[in-house]
């Protein structure tokens, strides 16, 4: 299906451990992004991509690594997942630097 | 650095009962001001793109405006299924967001 996709749609883990969130988009977009959505702190930026192997920090990047190898891929990992990284994963795609961006439907994290 | 700041944070109409949304923003250089719809347990949804002030769009019910400092999303005559959460964005490498606007129409 075309458009961006982020899996898993839920997940619960454990702190410290590991976990991967998924965001693949099929339009070939230079940029991606990744966001949280916290109450009371809307959307905040975590990392971005402007081109495959080009990343770089937002506001609050600390807890958390990204990669782009491919230019459809930007997965978000949390190294060891804390409770304060409870919170709705939003990853995002645009064409360039100013041109809208596209949302996928989001991935709700659960630290436990 | 890019900022952005939506005024009010919530706010409740009457079905039929036009208001303004506000969006002001300081940006080195601007490169777009958009602005999105969220729903609960949705990603954010596209609305408009202005470039420069003066410029208007205009979609069903909403109406984007554009000035030098800020922006402003205007609904006219608003129906129940208006009701979202309404967010502003700029940026021409990170996307930043205000906090958005929780609007409310009741039937």
């Known amino acids: 299906d075309a458009g961006i996709t982020q899996s898993p749609r839920y997940k619960i883990t454990e702190t410290g451990r590991q976990v991967t969130l998924m965001c693949h988009q099929t339009?070939?977009?230079?940029?991606m992004f990744w966001y949280r959505q916290d109450l009371g702190h809307g959307l905040r930026l975590i990392y971005y991509s402007a081109a495959a192997d080009i990343t770089d920090k937002g506001e609050v990047p600390d807890g958390y690594v990204v990669s782009r190898s491919k230019t459809e891929n930007f997965p978000l990992t949390l190294e060891s997942a804390t409770r304060s990284q409870t919170s709705v994963y939003f990853c995002?795609?645009?064409?360039?630097?100013?041109?809208?961006?596209?949302f996928g439907q989001g991935t709700r994290l659960t630290v436990v | 650095e890019d900022q952005v700041t939506q005024s009010p944070e919530a706010l409740r109409l009457q079905e039929g009962e036009s208001s303004s949304l506000n969006c002001s923003y300081t940006v080195s250089g601007l490169r777009g001001l958009f602005w999105y719809r969220q729903d609960p347990g949705k990603g954010p949804e596209f609305l408009f793109t202005?470039?420069?002030a003066g410029e208007e769009k205009e979609k069903e019910r909403l109406k984007a405006t554009l000035t030098k400092k800020e922006s402003f999303l205007h609904i006219t005559a608003p129906k129940p299924e208006d009701s979202a959460t309404y967010l502003c964005a700029v940026g021409a490498q990170k996307l930043v967001f205000g906090q958005g606007t929780r609007l409310t129409i009741n039937p």
């Open positions: 202005l470039y420069s």
């Open positions: 339009w070939s977009h230079s940029y």
């Open positions: 995002a795609s645009r064409v360039g630097g100013g041109s809208e961006a596209f």
